[in-house]
Each structure stands twice: as C-alpha cells, then as structure tokens.
C-alpha cells in the first residue's frame, strides 16, 4: 500500500511508514495518517453537528433540500466509483464505503473529529487527514474518486479538481455532489454557509476545461449530482 502514496509536501516517495526519501515524516494516531502539515481552518458547523451528522444532519437536511434520501445518493455514488483502488474526499463519517466495493478503501478529511468516528465506525476504511488541494497519492492511483457535498466549500475548486484527476486512473470515475444555484433553497443555503453559488454549467465546463469526459448531471433540488470519467 506504501507505492500508492507519495510526501504532499515536496512529491518525493514514501520509504516507510509514515516517513518520504527526504527526511518528512507524518503520524499515525488512533487509526488516523495525519498527512496535515500546516494549520488548515475547520468548518465550525461541521464540527458542532459530527456526532449527529450522519443519521441525523445529513439525512434531514438532504431531504428537505432536495426531496431524496442521503442514503440513495450515497448508494448511487459509491456503486459508481466501485474498484479497486476507491478515495473518498470529505469523507466525514465514510458512509460511501457502506455502498462501495473496494480492496483500497480511502477515506480523505480535513477534520479529525469526523475521522475518529469513520474509525469507529468503519475500521476497514483507511483514514486519511489531508488536504484535497495537496492529495498524499501518486499519480493515477485511484480507480474511483467521490467527493459529496463539499466542492462548493472550497475556496479553489480548479485546484481541488486538478488533484483529483491527477490521482485518477485514466478510464477512472468520479462523482460529486454539489450546491448550485437550483432554486430559492439554494441560494439560502449558499448565504447561511457564506459562499459564491454557481449554476451547475459552471461546474461542466471546470470539468471540461480539466480534462474529464463523459461528463452527466442531475438537478437534485438545491444539489447538482456530477458523474464523469478521465479521458
């Protein structure tokens, strides 16, 4: 499993466990790898509600958003990026790996507290604190990549997006859930979180620009629901 990750920091090699050919080294603590090297701001909310984000946050709030049950998008969107190398950004609590076939299973947060109870939950599933916009993976590693409900959260999404094709296998799949200027719920949303919203075309053609392909779309309410391939 060591070939498949490389130091976020200068993209040298791991040569053991946690440690790269030029000397960084990182932490393994309570199942979690801390490949975080510098401080990175949490999201309050998120952190308030990670006890009762999956059974209860999450469904309630996707429901009422946008009419469909969070565990029939997670179960499309693991089926999708099934295979044998699966990473999982924003993972949370990792409920896609309920739904996903994997050998690799990787779960990527920002946030220890959410990981901890992926660990609890979910020992099978690797966890990983990292950025998305310096992925500790080498380059197309991954069979499938989801990354739900957190795109529109992030300040640069081309960089985020960069990682996440460059991490790809080409022919891999990647699924995303989005907030994108649907409806009034959105836009209220989008003011209650303190973030630009962008219609979903927004997204296609970041995609397009890129590299992905076969790039497909549904309007969930307030959520757009992205699934493309690596060309």
Avoid at 22 to 50: A, P, Q, T
Avoid at 70 to 78: R, V
Avoid at 168 to 179: C, D, E, M, Q, T
Wanted: aromatic share 12%; charged share 20%; proline share 3%.
């Amino acid at each position: 499993m060591l070939n498949l990750f490389k130091c976020p920091i200068d993209g040298s090699k791991l040569i053991e466990k946690w440690k790269c050919e030029r000397g960084h080294s990182f932490v393994e603590m309570e199942g979690i790898i801390n490949f975080v090297y510098s401080d990175v701001k949490l999201n309050d909310i998120l952190e308030r509600v990670s006890g009762i984000y999956e059974n209860i946050w999450a469904p309630l709030g996707l429901f009422v958003s946008s009419g469909h049950r969070y565990s029939e998008i997670m179960n499309n969107a693991g089926k999708f990026v099934s295979g044998d190398t699966v990473i999982d950004i924003g993972t949370g609590t990792g409920k896609l790996f309920d739904y996903t076939i994997c050998n690799y299973c990787f779960g990527v947060d920002i946030s220890s507290k959410f990981l901890r109870i992926l660990k609890k939950k979910r020992p099978k599933v690797v966890a990983l604190r990292a950025d998305v916009n310096k992925l500790p993976f080498n380059d197309e590693v991954a069979n499938g990549v989801s990354a739900m409900f957190m795109l529109h959260l992030l300040p640069s999404k081309v960089t985020a997006l960069r990682e996440i094709y460059r991490v790809l296998k080409p022919k891999g799949k990647f699924v995303a859930s989005i907030l994108t200027r649907n409806n009034t719920v959105s836009s209220i949303l989008a003011s209650w979180w303190k973030i630009d919203l962008h219609q979903v075309e927004y997204y296609v053609q970041l995609f397009n620009e890129i590299g992905f392909s076969n790039i497909n779309y549904v309007r969930l309410g307030a959520w757009s629901y992205i699934t493309c391939t690596k060309t």
